[in-house]
């Protein structure tokens, strides 16, 4: 069955750096593009991030560019999220998600990522 497993949450400062891992399996993972959901406290859940299968192509919403970076090595079957510059605002739950047919149809539990000072 489809697994993908969230690791590298925390708890940082205003200013540093988190790199966050999902672990896929079950699946063809460089088959499918695959992107980041979070959800901060008391709000919806917002699109972060989205890399194609072979990886060629990403692109990250507007408050996030410049500071975060997604990749994936289809060797190794993981998903990364490289966060830098965090603020307040980037505080809440990351998801790693499977996009197929327009869907975010698999998602992982989630790693916790808290910025504060």
């Known amino acids: 069955q489809v697994q993908l497993v969230e690791s590298g949450g925390g708890s940082v400062q205003p200013g540093g750096s988190l790199t966050l891992s999902c672990a896929a399996s079950g699946f063809t993972f460089s088959s499918y593009a695959m992107s980041w959901v979070r959800q901060g406290p008391g709000k919806g859940l917002e699109w972060v991030s989205i890399?194609?299968?072979?990886?060629?192509?990403?692109m990250h919403r507007d408050s996030v560019k410049g500071r975060f970076t997604i990749s994936r090595d289809n060797a190794k079957n993981i998903l990364y999220l490289q966060m830098n510059g965090l603020e307040p605002k980037d505080t809440g739950v990351y998801y790693c998600t499977r996009f197929a047919n327009g869907t975010f149809d698999y998602w992982g539990q989630g790693t916790q990522v808290t910025v504060s000072s």
């Open positions: 890399i194609k299968s072979n990886g060629a192509s990403t």
